[in-house]
């Protein structure tokens, strides 16, 4: 995206695509340029009955409306942002029809020179800085919990057969744990919000070199494509945002803050009571959910058999 001069000096680019194996796409992803940076979310929604796609589509809607309605960016603004977004979707979501549905959302929230980052699930966050990629956001999943406790090594977490377990959504329960990360952005910085359709199948140093090595808009595309070409099992959603240069600074209140900050900080903000991990069952496809029914079947089969047998 070209921006007018009155514009902060940003190059974006937000791509989301169904994959190669998924009729459906139930990510959702927004971006807008805004005077003082800008906005950029992706979702990831789950559900049954086209109800993911309802769940990420509302996601992005009241997250983006809420934040650009505001003037002032801040910490307190996106954590209110994410608590609307959540309790939207689970009202909607006591409806019979959409019951299960939720969603993961990842928002950058580029208030220059700061960054803010508005996270619940498995969708990431990642800055490119000075030739390294960091992972800013924690996935919440279930996979990845046992990761950090040590209990799974990278390897078995990556084929995992609970890898797409989630333990933490919007719209799932009345409320959601939400982080938020907040950082002074440098010139050069790089960011990437991606799903896991691109997370889950190329590798953190793949992601590393595409993102060094072509312009926001032909990294996004990449990304995309390598997703593609490694199977593409899932929907695939990127966002790439480079700051090219910073506007002076103008010193939020919370800035301070993040001056002070060598790195990445989290805001501890809301209910300081931690909420217990939640497990949520991703939707399953129909080859399984038919395979259930087949196995049902048998068991039905092999108890008239028994019974058959017996009455003789
Ligand atoms: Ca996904």
């Avoid at 959540?86 to 029809?97: L, R, S």
């Avoid at 990556?158 to 950082?183: E, K, M, Y």
């Avoid at 590393?208 to 997703?227: H, I, K, Y």
Wanted: hydrophobic content about 40%; some cysteine; glycine content about 8%.
């Amino acid at each position: 995206m070209s921006t007018p001069e009155s514009l902060p000096a940003l190059r974006s680019s937000v791509l989301t695509d169904p994959g190669q194996r998924r009729e459906l796409n139930e990510d959702a992803v927004f971006q807008s340029i805004t005077s003082y940076g800008g906005l950029f979310i992706v979702a990831d929604g789950m559900g049954g009955h086209r109800t993911g796609e309802v769940a990420s589509r509302m996601a992005v809607e009241r997250i983006a409306f809420y934040l650009l309605e505001s003037l002032a960016p801040s910490p307190h603004k996106l954590l209110e942002a994410f608590e609307r977004a959540n309790e939207a979707i689970f009202e909607a979501a006591q409806n019979p029809e959409s019951r299960g549905m939720g969603t993961t959302a990842t928002a950058l929230w580029l208030d220059l020179p700061y960054a803010l980052i508005g996270h619940v699930g498995d969708s990431r966050a990642y800055l490119l800085r000075g030739g390294e990629l960091s992972q800013l956001t924690e996935d919440h999943s279930w996979v990845a919990e046992r990761l950090r406790q040590g209990l799974l090594t990278e390897a078995e977490a990556r084929s995992h057969r609970w890898r797409n377990v989630i333990t933490n959504a919007l719209g799932s329960f009345p409320r959601a744990r939400i982080d938020l990360i907040g950082l002074k952005v440098h010139p050069g910085d790089r960011f990437l919000l991606c799903t896991d359709g691109l997370s889950s199948v190329v590798d953190d140093r793949t992601l590393q070199s595409v993102l060094q090595s072509f312009s926001p808009e032909e990294a996004a595309a990449q990304l995309v494509q390598l997703a593609n070409q490694w199977g593409g099992p899932d929907n695939v959603s990127v966002a790439v945002i480079g700051v090219e240069a910073l506007p002076p600074s103008t010193r939020p209140s919370y800035g301070a803050l993040l001056e002070a900050a060598p790195s990445p900080i989290r805001f501890q903000l809301g209910d300081p009571e931690p909420l217990p991990t939640q497990v949520m069952e991703p939707a399953r496809n129909l080859w399984q959910r038919w395979g259930s029914w087949g196995l049902l079947a048998l068991w039905l089969l092999l108890v008239l058999y028994l019974l058959f047998v017996h009455s003789r």
